[in-house]
């Protein structure tokens, strides 16, 4: 009897290292069979680039796609360039002056044509008609006559960033332009006596900003406390550290600029509603600088 048991026991085994080894010839089979199908499948791709050394493996992979499903391939870069045309006028925020441009520190605004706002800045102005009111008695309405119209304060909000020796001479000389620019002709010198320059704005084409005249009322240039400051001085050439005159500018900063438009007594007398209205007192045709 004990016999027997171990000789079953003997034919159990057998058949269970059998049916293993079935087992592990079929799968070490399939493997070896998928090896060889990613062999055989690289293979092909790899002789398709040999044949077009042009063609991605992603190109090759897409064959066979129906038409209109496969993407396009053509690539063709298109490189920026200015047009000499109208359109490209430069029409970025400017305030200039061209009578104090031979300054050093002021010499970066003169290669931009005076100072101009880097980003686009947000502006408020306003027009107001002033009438008077007249009270008659023993009337429902009143009487309003007019008194005048005026152009009140234009003010510009812009922010300037520093991120090398250049902008930060831009900046130094934009700090100094506005500081110079609302003061007298006092002291010494030529004109004393005279009051501050007047300024030119310019901005967003020809019939937005034209040719304004006006003069800085005040300004504000932010110094913030948690903001990196470039050593910047003055006169060196970018990227040496040669120059007699250091100073620290922040990466960011805001200014503020009230302007307010003026007019000389010369220049309102030419002054026509018709032609006003027609644009002609505020485009290029008479260069007026009317708003």
Same mark, same amino acid.
């Not at 000389?173 to 506005?178: G, P, R, T, V």
């Not at 002291?187 to 967003?204: E, F, S, V």
């Not at 003055?234 to 922040?250: C, R």
């Given at each position: 009897?004990?016999?027997?048991?171990?000789?079953?026991?003997?034919?159990?085994?057998?058949?269970?290292? +059998?049916?293993?080894?079935?087992?592990?010839?079929?799968?070490?089979?399939?493997?070896?069979?998928?090896?060889?199908?990613?062999?055989?499948?690289?293979?092909?791709?790899?002789?398709?680039?040999?044949?077009?050394?042009?063609?991605?493996?992603?190109?090759?992979?897409?064959?066979? *796609?129906?038409?209109?499903?496969?993407?396009?391939?053509?690539?063709?870069?298109?490189?920026?360039?200015?047009?000499?045309?109208?359109?490209?006028?430069?029409?970025?925020?400017?305030?200039?002056?061209?009578?104090?441009?031979?300054?050093?520190?002021?010499?970066?605004?003169?290669?931009?044509?005076?100072?101009?706002?880097?980003?686009?800045?947000?502006?408020?102005?306003?027009?107001?008609?002033?009438?008077?009111?007249?009270?008659?008695?023993?009337?429902?309405?009143?009487?309003?006559?007019?008194?005048?119209?005026?152009?009140?304060?234009?003010?510009?909000?812009?922010?300037?960033?520093?991120?090398?020796? *250049?902008?930060?001479?831009?900046?130094?000389?934009?700090?100094?332009?506005?500081?110079?620019?609302?003061?007298?002709?006092?002291g010494q010198g030529a004109n004393i006596?005279?009051?501050?320059?007047?300024?030119?704005? +310019?901005?967003?084409?020809?019939?937005?900003?034209?040719?304004?005249?006006?003069?800085?009322?005040?300004?504000?240039?932010?110094?913030?406390?948690?903001?990196?400051?470039?050593?910047?001085?003055?006169?060196?050439?970018?990227?040496?550290?040669?120059?007699? +005159?250091?100073?620290?500018v922040p990466s960011l900063s805001t200014?503020?600029?009230?302007?307010?438009?003026?007019?000389?007594?010369?220049?309102?007398?030419?002054?026509?509603?018709?032609?006003?209205?027609?644009?002609?007192?505020?485009?290029?045709?008479?260069?007026?600088?009317?708003?």
């Amino acid at each position: 009897m004990a016999s027997d048991f171990f000789g079953g026991v003997g034919d159990a085994i057998g058949n269970v290292t +059998n049916a293993v080894g079935s087992t592990v010839s079929t799968v070490f089979g399939a493997g070896v069979d998928i090896v060889g199908g990613i062999a055989q499948g690289v293979g092909q791709v790899i002789g398709g680039i040999g044949t077009n050394p042009n063609m991605m493996i992603s190109q090759y992979r897409s064959q066979g *796609i129906p038409y209109g499903a496969e993407p396009n391939y053509s690539y063709s870069p298109t490189q920026a360039r200015f047009s000499s045309g109208p359109e490209q006028k430069d029409w970025r925020i400017k305030i200039s002056n061209d009578l104090i441009y031979q300054s050093e520190v002021l010499r970066p605004l003169a290669e931009t044509g005076g100072m101009t706002f880097p980003y686009l800045p947000q502006i408020t102005m306003s027009h107001t008609a002033e009438y008077q009111k007249i009270d008659t008695a023993h009337t429902n309405y009143p009487f309003y006559a007019y008194k005048n119209s005026q152009i009140d304060d234009i003010t510009i909000t812009g922010q300037f960033t520093v991120q090398n020796e *250049i902008e930060g001479m831009y900046w130094l000389a934009m700090n100094h332009f506005l500081r110079t620019v609302s003061k007298m002709y006092f002291g010494q010198g030529a004109n004393i006596g005279n009051p501050p320059p007047i300024c030119t704005l +310019n901005g967003y084409g020809d019939f937005v900003y034209n040719n304004v005249s006006c003069v800085i009322k005040s300004f504000s240039v932010s110094m913030e406390k948690d903001v990196d400051y470039l050593a910047v001085r003055l006169g060196a050439t970018p990227g040496t550290k040669s120059g007699p +005159n250091l100073s620290y500018v922040p990466s960011l900063s805001t200014v503020i600029v009230t302007l307010l438009p003026v007019y000389s007594r010369d220049k309102i007398k030419t002054f026509n509603l018709t032609n006003f209205a027609k644009g002609q007192l505020i485009t290029n045709v008479d260069g007026k600088g009317f708003i």
